[in-house]
């Protein structure tokens, strides 16, 4: 077995892909579509507008596709768990049937994209499996294709798989496919500068504005000036549409460990019950590297986040026989409340602002369908997926989840704010943070590899929740709505788009923080 210093704490994907270098934004300039974002979403509406005619301008607060969708596990699938009973149920047949044509359709878009262009990104079709281990669980699967079933999707009951391991019963999915998602995007990324469109990396967008005649995009170095704007942030960053009170954030884990071929699961699979592995393996260095993720919670509600990699260890070992881990990161996405993604305009009132959100880690099918309805709205081209996942449709705020989720945001608010947190930080390790109570004000301290002290003020800058740390990533992860910050309070993902704010302290000789 490998130590875990031989573990790279990074995504695969980013990992085996070259380093972009886009420029930066640097002067105001006008374009006809402004994206914001780029990920899956924004990438694929920028190719679809820019064929179209349009100019477009992507703008990528960090690097290309190094956001949630360089930490997927890129696989392209209809098969989302266990869903089409519960959309039966609470959708009815003609509105389950919408959402599976118009996910097997992103599919194919895929697909089809990847061979017209000759795209080099490991793209393979593969059966997708849902699979139950108990018994008691298996009356879900011969439910789940009952109900895929009747609704044409290409599902069967299957008794076996290539899993070295018993099953009780899977769900099969004929013809799926899975992908290396960052060489696809960085292909997409390709075909967006010049003639009158761009692509910037490392520009944070800070607000859009809808005004009588365009929308603004204003940045820390200038405006971008377009008709319509696309906010392809996962989360948006603009709060009129409340979406971050109608999904919730989720972080999920995933490890990748070399296998032999003939070993190696063919497929791609997910387990049932509360602690799913999910499962795939993607070309690597001549022979396989394993993916299994699961472990995953709502962001900022677990602090010890290294943790959650061990038993996803612990299992690719004992399953499948790994000798080694070379590879962990983790990756947070928004949990739609209905199961159904929002894509559409930001609020009733904008005619101009669009947005995709609650993709609920099924982003490679969910994030291209969003690409190309939203491609369509500004396009005004007729979709008929267009009203089922309407971003200002009624929101359930009625669900038992929904309402779970929302009290605990308020718990996180006023919780945190009262909670007498311990100020010593003597037993702060390098590398390690907390918050801790400087004067009545929550602040966050990391101490750092050279054991210097970093605080920032632990309050998020999107509506004021207190960050809590996460060890595994080295970040200050907000609880309410997925906010993220890296240990210098710089943001790493929205809704924030403000960093939290430095504070100068020091530490006493009681291993007290002090102000200075
Ligand atoms: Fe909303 Fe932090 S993300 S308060």
Not at 140 to 147: F, L, N, R, S
Not at 462 to 487: I, T, Y
């Amino acid at each position: 077995m490998s130590s875990p210093s031989s573990t790279k704490s990074i995504s695969y994907w980013i990992d085996s892909t070259p380093q972009t270098d886009y420029s930066e934004f640097a002067e105001n300039i006008s374009v006809d579509v402004a994206i914001v974002g780029a990920g899956i979403v924004g990438l694929t509406a920028a190719a679809q507008l820019k064929k179209a005619g349009k100019t477009v301008a992507v703008i990528e607060s960090k690097k290309v596709a190094t956001g949630v969708s360089g930490h997927t596990t890129a696989k392209i699938t209809s098969l989302h768990h266990l869903i089409y009973q519960d959309l039966l149920a609470d959708l009815g047949q003609e509105k389950a049937k919408l959402y599976a044509e118009s996910n097997q359709a992103a599919l194919e878009y895929i697909a089809n994209r990847v061979e017209t262009e000759q795209i080099d990104c490991d793209f393979s079709r593969q059966n997708a499996y849902t699979f139950a281990e108990s018994v008691k669980e298996r009356e879900k699967i011969e439910a789940e294709v009952e109900a895929a079933q009747s609704l044409g999707l290409p599902a069967s009951f299957v008794k076996t798989t290539s899993l070295p391991f018993p099953i009780s019963g899977a769900i099969q999915f004929e013809n799926q496919a899975q992908f290396h998602a960052r060489k696809y995007l960085l292909h997409l990324a390709k075909t967006i500068p010049e003639n009158g469109s761009y692509l910037f990396e490392n520009t944070r967008v800070e607000d859009v504005k809808e005004e009588k005649t365009a929308c603004r995009v204003k940045t820390r170095r200038g405006k971008i000036t377009a008709k319509d704007v696309i906010v392809a942030t996962n989360i948006p960053i603009l709060d009129q549409g409340l979406f971050f009170a109608k999904a919730y954030p989720k972080r999920s884990y995933l490890i990748g460990a070399p296998i032999d071929p003939e070993k190696a699961p063919q497929g791609m699979f997910i387990g049932t019950g509360d602690h799913y592995r999910s499962i795939r393996t993607t070309p690597y260095n001549g022979r396989l590297l394993l993916l299994v993720g699961g472990e995953g919670h709502k962001t900022g509600t677990v602090t010890e986040t290294e943790k959650r990699f061990l038993p996803l260890e612990e299992y690719a070992y004992a399953r499948f026989g790994v000798n080694s881990i070379d590879y962990r990161w983790s990756s947070q996405d928004m949990v739609s409340f209905d199961k159904l993604p929002y894509i559409g305009k930001l609020t009733p009132l904008h005619n101009h602002i669009y947005v995709a959100t609650g993709l609920s880690l099924w982003g490679m099918t969910k994030g291209t369908l969003s690409g190309m309805l939203l491609s369509d709205l500004i396009l005004e081209q007729e979709n008929p997926w267009l009203n089922l996942y309407d971003s200002t449709r009624a929101t359930p705020f009625v669900s038992k989840t929904s309402i779970k989720e929302n009290a605990e945001v308020a718990i996180h608010w006023i919780g945190d704010r009262l909670k007498g947190r311990q100020d010593s930080v003597s037993e702060l390790k390098p590398g390690e943070g907390k918050v801790v109570d400087l004067e009545g004000d929550q602040v966050a301290v990391h101490r750092d590899e050279k054991n210097k002290l970093h605080a920032v003020s632990a309050v998020c800058s999107h509506l004021g929740c207190v960050v809590n740390w996460n060890q595994a990533e080295k970040s200050w992860d907000c609880p309410c709505h997925g906010a993220r910050f890296d240990c210098t309070g710089t943001v790493l993902r929205g809704p924030a788009t403000q960093d939290l704010s430095n504070l100068q302290v020091s530490e006493d000789q009681e291993g007290h923080v002090v102000s200075v």
